[in-house]
């Protein structure tokens, strides 16, 4: 599986954005879909995963009622809708895949894409 991340950008505390990761492949319906996020100077963070069949979402703490996870598997594509951003959630996002249930942990993920900075002015 290749992902492809996009949608970052630079938005005022307060504001929203969608990110989208494209995934190749035909077996995308099969993989539970993670997004994590990695700020300067830290270690890569668990944001929210989605399973398969998009019934199970967990969510950071730190993202909960903000963040929306989801996926359309007929276009191979998973979101993360941001809303009320703050400026500690400024960070690379990437999408990462696995088989299985979704997992918050870095090392559970096979596959990552290149990451899309999003950076969230004061």
């Known amino acids: 599986v290749q992902l492809q991340a996009s949608g970052g950008g630079l938005v005022q505390a307060g504001g929203s954005l969608r990110l989208s990761c494209a995934a190749s492949?035909?077996?995308?319906?099969?993989?539970?879909m993670g997004w994590f996020r990695q700020a300067p100077g830290k270690e890569r963070e668990f944001v929210a995963a989605i399973l398969w069949s998009g019934d199970s979402t967990p969510y950071a703490d730190s993202v909960k009622g903000r963040f929306t996870i989801s996926r359309d598997n007929a276009k191979n594509t998973v979101y993360l809708q941001m809303n009320n951003l703050k400026p500690e959630d400024t960070a690379v996002y990437y999408c990462?895949?696995?088989?299985?249930?979704?997992?918050?942990?870095?090392?559970?993920?096979?596959?990552w894409g290149q990451g899309t900075l999003v950076t969230v002015s004061s």
């Open positions: 492949g035909r077996t995308f319906s099969s993989y539970a």
């Open positions: 990462a895949a696995r088989v299985g249930a979704p997992r918050s942990h870095v090392y559970d993920y096979d596959y």
